[in-house]
């Protein structure tokens, strides 16, 4: 990068798309090069602790549950019962640990590359792991789209794709080939949620998104979306794929969803994370 | 500032958020001190052009919408009738074009404090001014809290305060003084509507406003929420308060709603927009 940076600030470019977002420091807490990408920590003044992969923010102590509640929480509510569930990526634990929140779920097994990653999570953002002991959970590290390959055909019923951005190690888990060994993994009835970039910034990849995944044959496909500040633009999505034909019913459990402890997450937004504005639904509306 | 800018980039840094947002540039293609402010123009690599106030950013030619559109569209649909409406502030225009949009609305006057902002939205955002000619809209320069001290009592349906940030010339658009002149300048079933920061960063700001307005006399207060990539964290509220109790009604007209020509507000949105997550929803809930 030719530019100057802002001292004292951690800022993420998006040079293609024209935009940065900053947050202010604190110090550099750790860093390190895996054999899989760059890993730094720092600490800020006003967001508690920021991970970044390859310059890129991954997670925030401060705003972390915008994202990690809306990967889960509306899938999970919109299963008739998730009891087998994988996060792909994931790694921070952040996901894993709002899934296991789930008392049908009876086991989430979370698939990363890097260790690394999950044991700076531990250091670092103790919270997000908390229920890395809970006897339904299985850290496994690898390779998630080998996993999801030799997964066992109808063995999962929900299978979350929390991934980095699609570039690099993440490439292969936005293409034909991965969300076919996806439906192949899923049973009857499954679903499929993945995150997808901005709906401002990332329109393109989004409908392409979906395309992909219904050409690979999934019923339908869905966008929510959502606040997430110290994502390019502020505002993020996730894409959900349904394996079998037929409405999308939430299971909206008041007492269930108040038990999950949420505060992004409720009943409310659940609906209104699937309230497409104009500029959206005409672009991933499915063509006749 | 004493940290070192981006160059290229326009940056507005809020330091005691400990957050910042960056637009590439461009080029700086117009600036000028004013008797209130102090306003640019920049040229952007892909948000079109961006208005900048005091170094804030105020309106960028590409994500404009979806603040202009939920100023104006789910107060006016929410009242029964707006026939009377006054935007105070919002100088680039782009709220009264949209309030123009709605067929009942017989008068829309504007009261911007700093004529410049106009000129110079008229130069270069004409989209956003493209309603100024139609013969409802009334454009006044001068003091809008003068304004509405000095409106006849119950001689307006819609307020919308579309200001700057509550320091500087705005500060007095944020105090009961200022509400309870709004509330006398409203006809029974009025509804004022203000712009009212980030839910994430500003939720003492949120609480405040809410309670001053109740305090004033507004039988009723409503938040709502929607993304707002340019503004700090992405994600942005107004604030509705109801001079006269009951609930609020939506007049959700599918046929009038696709003639308003939006990108962001639609039917669905506008549900989705009071749907609040449970950290917002318990701050601002009314104290029994």
Redesign the interface.
């Known amino acids: 990068m030719s530019?100057?940076?802002?001292?004292?600030?951690f800022?993420e470019?998006v040079?293609d798309?024209?935009?940065?977002?900053?947050?202010?420091l604190g110090e550099h807490v750790h860093g390190e090069t895996t054999p899989y990408q760059r890993i730094d920590i720092y600490s800020?003044?006003?967001?508690g602790y920021l991970m970044a992969i390859d310059g890129c923010t991954m997670v925030s102590s401060r705003?972390n549950f915008f994202y990690h509640e809306m990967m889960a929480h509306p899938a999970l509510n919109s299963h008739p019962a998730p009891r087998r569930v994988a996060v792909i990526g994931g790694g921070d634990c952040g996901t894993l640990n709002e899934v296991l929140k789930h008392p049908q779920v009876e086991r989430a097994v979370q698939i990363e590359i890097d260790e690394r990653v999950t044991r700076l999570a531990e250091r670092y953002f103790p919270e997000l792991c908390a229920r890395n002991g809970d006897p339904r959970a299985e850290l496994v590290f690898g390779d998630g789209i080998a996993w999801i390959k030799s997964a066992p055909p109808a063995s999962l019923d929900v299978i979350v794709v929390d991934s980095t951005d699609p570039v690099g190690p993440a490439e292969g888990l936005f293409g034909r080939r991965f969300y076919a060994d996806c439906l192949c993994a899923l049973d009857g009835g499954g679903l499929l949620v993945q995150q997808s970039e901005s709906p401002?910034l990332h329109l393109d990849l989004i409908v392409e998104m979906h395309r992909f995944m219904r050409e690979s044959g999934f019923a339908h496909t869905r966008l929510l979306?959502f606040?997430?500040?110290v994502y390019p633009?502020?505002?993020w999505s996730a894409t959900l794929a349904q394996k079998t034909p037929g409405p999308l019913t939430a299971r909206i459990d008041e007492a269930a969803i108040a038990k999950l402890q949420?505060?992004?997450?409720?009943a409310?937004?659940h609906?209104?994370?699937f309230?497409?504005?104009?500029?959206v639904?005409g672009a991933v509306a499915r063509p006749e």
Do not use: I, M, N
């Not at 798309?17 to 202010?24: D, N, P």
């Not at 949420?262 to 409720?266: D, E, G, K, L, S």
């Open positions: 530019a100057a940076e802002l001292q004292g600030w800022t470019k040079e798309k024209g935009v940065a977002f900053s947050l202010k800020t003044a006003s967001f705003d401002l979306h606040p997430q500040p633009s502020g505002w949420t505060r992004y997450y409720c409310a937004t609906g209104a994370a309230a497409l504005p104009p500029f639904a």
